[in-house]
């Protein structure tokens, strides 16, 4: 199926540091959701974008959607150790079925 | 409390052997899924299901097989068919037509190894 292309793979921090992770599709997308997944745990929901241009804060996480509708961006402000997982994003293929990207792994140092 | 419960959570099987990893929820969700994950890698979808008695292959349903007589459950049995079957499988369900305005909602998982 079409994929959706997750940059970087892994990201390791000092805490405190930003952290970025983006979202790439080749098609346009209806919408775009993102999860984390805590370490030997299962991925939990976060956050869905469907406009264009649209951005969406959660205390220190910032997520965007493209103008054109084929990229976003998940960006974490002052990184904690309760932030460390893999998050991942995933579009929307036909009605039902939700494609996942590859994550990226965040490891913080204290 | 309301969510999905997947059973077991470790499995150890022979080669050769059929097992069945059970998934239950009472979210009244009409829509259940099956993912794969490998280690580092992402989820793969095995198999769908919108409603009672009825279900889609995923991107990865060869050795697979699954069922959907109630609504609460939806169980997926790896066939000796399944090359690969060593992996953490999650279940996970959403509201009918809830991925255009809504999300999934994932068990905890089930790791199987095969030995």
């Not at chain 2, 099987?13 to 059929?18: L, T």
Request: proline share 4%.
């Amino acid at each position: 199926g079409q994929q959706v292309m997750q940059i970087p793979q892994y990201q390791h921090v000092q805490e405190g540091e930003d952290f970025t992770t983006y979202c790439n599709s080749s098609t346009t997308l209806s919408n775009i959701q993102w999860y984390k997944q805590r370490p030997g745990g299962h991925p939990v929901f976060l956050i869905q974008l469907v406009k264009s241009g649209e951005v969406k804060k959660q205390k220190r996480l910032t997520f965007q959607f493209g103008e054109a509708k084929k990229n976003s961006s998940l960006h974490i402000t002052a990184t904690q150790t309760t932030d460390v997982g893999t998050y991942f994003c995933a579009k929307l293929q036909g009605a039902q079925k939700l494609v996942f990207g590859q994550g990226t792994r965040l490891t913080i140092n204290p | 409390d309301g969510g999905i419960t997947q059973s077991p959570k470790y499995l150890f099987r022979k080669e050769g052997q059929n097992v069945t990893l059970s998934c239950e929820q009472n979210l009244n969700h009409d829509a259940m899924y099956w993912y794969r994950q490998d280690p580092g890698q992402g989820l793969r979808l095995i198999y769908y299901s919108q409603i009672v008695n009825d279900f889609q292959k995923g991107d990865i349903a060869e050795g697979y097989s699954v069922s959907r007589e109630k609504k609460e459950s939806f169980p997926l049995t790896v066939t000796s068919a399944q090359k690969n079957p060593t992996a953490f499988y999650l279940c996970a369900s959403s509201i009918w037509g809830g991925l255009a305005t809504g999300e999934l909602f994932f068990g905890e998982g089930s790791r199987l190894t095969v030995l």
